[in-house]
């Protein structure tokens, strides 16, 4: 689960870190007013937010200047009209979809101008299994392109989750990202945040970028970024109010009540498998006959290994509701799962959802016979589905029906 | 021969009265009746459980401990649900079991870390999954949730494939192919689509190089991480019998967690393609696509012939 940039801040200033001060806002009047509580008589920071990055480079789509989501405003009129600006356009950055995402929270931040910027992030190292806390004194810059052009410029420390990071792990962090003397203790304090943070909330990546110091000389968390890990939700109870349906696919929500694992994708062919690898196999599949022709999966869905007649009726009514799907392939390798209550569950959505699209199915596995002598049975009654002998038959089938 | 397990292994389950764990137990009881002891539920000790299909009758423990002293298992199969199956892996290590097999999906990264620090300071054990459908000798012993039917044994004359896999139907899918061109497999082995898991690729590589009965290897991963990237590095050093792999995911978004919660490319790395350049500039035959997994094997045997 992601949050947006203000309650990272908060988390991380709730273990310690210290933030600038920030006023959340929902309208343009409270941005004014957030506005004369914090500019303190000079400018103050107007930041939209939403959960994907890169919003101070991103675009405001529909408005005819460059505006993006993070804009310093000089009084208080100006405040008010980025404010108007930001509810009124959608954002556009490089990491979210072509139609951008619509902004209902802004926040004010008091200036801290930095004189200097810093990356600190901790997330899993998959390598060994161990939280890593990274650092770079290249802050401001793409991380990633640090990592890959000097890579000696960012400093890891791996941190037992026995102890969390210990005290002189987070001193020697500091000292080699070549903090002085009078940062050291600040410093301290965020990584020590961080840590706790990560390991007290199950948090899956707890990034800082950047930490500053000011022109006036503190340290201070600028930007912050939070991802949970949401197989330890059931035990963070306090965490599940801050998130934002807002920022997440309806639909992918609606799949999720009904057990699917659903991804929406930008394809033409719906796609309905058992289990997570099929499942992007078979998305693979598509792709590779679909490609020359522009046509590839409209969607990642995972019905699970214990596929209900009530699952499928809803997956078939998910995928429908997908107006680009102009053809679904159904793949189900049935293993402890029977092939014939698969084909059960395909006639029971046939009749109650009512295919406006062909069905191309491939079955294999435990009972399969039975379940191609069910489908055979109702081959005039619900026209739209067809059977394919072989997988590739069945992918090469879909794509045809698909063109 | 086999990696893992074999006709010998004793299994208990833990969770056994759990409905996946019941369900399960019943239906590899029901395949290798031999290499199921019994089954440890915390406060149902002393009762007895009997599986449905199978008619196997196994005690029921306390505690591992316990079980272990009693029956003398060597192996379990975890079913506990996902907020205490990291524990249930060490109270497993702890009370001497050799080879964990973790079913359960869900487990927080945090508990499965703490798990992974706990197995280090274990040797000799060893850990499968966790969100893994579980490990089988055709013929011998099944631990895990795959269909046993589609296995084929090896039989004297016919050619041995060692399977190893980040995920659960795909492989199925694999063995299916396997078995219908005749090829036996060794042992099939779903090492889990975590970011943390126990035995990785290269563990499985290397027992099945070591392996006699294993005439050939094949590898299926998918997007995230760069495990597969490292078994690449591991084959083209130490690996002399012919493999063969597959990734999922080439169609998949970044920064999406694609069902298995290790399925995320992040950052540019992880990324099918960046996979399968590393595993064909290791000799390895990359499949295609899904339908070509046991071709790919064949075509990996021709190629070293």
Known sequence: ?403 | MSILIDKNTRVITQGITGSAGSFHTDKSAEYSPHSYVGGVTPKKGGTTWTGKESGKSLPVFNTVAEAVAKTGANASMIFVPAGGAADAIMEAADAGIKVIVCITEGIPVLDMAKAKRFLANKPGVRMVGPNCPGVITPGECKIGIMPGYIHTPVKPGSTGVGVLSRSGTLTYEAVFQLSQLGYGQTTCVGIGGDPIIGTNQIDCLKLFQEDPQTEAILMIGEIGGTAEEAAAEYVKKHVTKPVAAFIAGQTAPPGRRMGHAGAIISGGSGSAADKIKALEAAGIVVAKTPADLGTAVKEAIARKK
Request: negative net charge; proline residues 4%.
């Open chain 1, 1 to 403: 689960m992601k949050v947006h940039e203000y309650q990272a801040k908060e988390l991380l200033a709730s273990y310690g870190a210290p933030t600038p001060k920030h006023v959340v806002c929902k309208t343009p009047d409270e941005v004014a007013a957030a506005f004369d509580q914090l500019s303190n008589g000079g400018g103050a920071m107007v930041k939209a937010q939403i959960h994907a990055g890169g919003r101070g480079a991103g675009q405001l789509l529909g408005h005819s200047e460059k505006l993006g989501g993070v804009k310093f405003a000089s009084n208080r009129d100006k405040a008010k009209s980025i404010a108007e600006l930001m509810f009124k356009y959608p954002l556009k950055t490089k990491q979210n979809g072509p139609e951008g995402q619509k902004i209902s929270t802004i926040i004010v931040q008091a200036d801290a101008e930095p004189a200097k910027e810093y990356y600190v992030a901790m997330t899993l190292d998959r390598s060994n299994g161990l939280p890593l806390l990274m650092a770079s004194a290249e802050g401001g810059m793409d991380i990633e392109e640090v990592a890959e052009k000097h890579p000696e410029k960012i400093f890891k420390i791996h941190v037992s989750p026995e102890t969390g990071l210990l005290p002189y792990q987070a001193q020697k962090l500091a000292f080699d990202l070549g903090f002085g003397n009078d940062h050291i203790g600040p410093v301290v304090k965020v990584l020590t945040a961080i840590s706790k943070l990560y390991f007290e909330k199950d948090a899956s990546m707890v990034e800082v970028n950047p930490l500053a110091v000011t022109k006036k000389g503190e340290v201070v968390v600028l930007d912050a970024k939070v991802d949970f890990d949401d197989n330890a939700g059931f035990r963070h109870k306090d965490l599940a109010p801050l998130r934002d349906l807002t920022e997440e696919n309806p639909t992918e929500i609606r799949a999720a009540a009904a057990s699917l694992n659903y991804i929406q994708l930008d394809g033409t062919i719906g796609c309905l498998v058992n289990g997570a690898g099929l499942a992007m196999a078979t998305m693979d599949m598509v792709n590779y006959y679909g490609k020359e022709f522009g046509i590839g999966p409209a969607n990642f869905l995972d019905v699970g290994g214990g596929v209900t007649a009530e699952n499928a009726v809803e997956a078939f009514r998910i995928i429908l509701s997908d107006s680009k799907v102009k053809a679904i392939f159904v793949n189900v390798f049935g293993g402890i799962a029977s092939c014939a209550r698969i084909a059960e569950a395909l006639v029971k959505a046939g009749r109650e959802v009512g295919f406006k699209v062909p069905v191309v199915v491939r079955l294999e596995g435990n009972e399969v016979e039975k379940a191609r002598e069910i489908l055979n049975a109702v081959k005039d009654e619900i026209p739209a589905i067809k059977v394919a002998p072989t997988l590739t038959d069945a992918a090469k089938m879909v794509v045809e029906l698909a063109k």
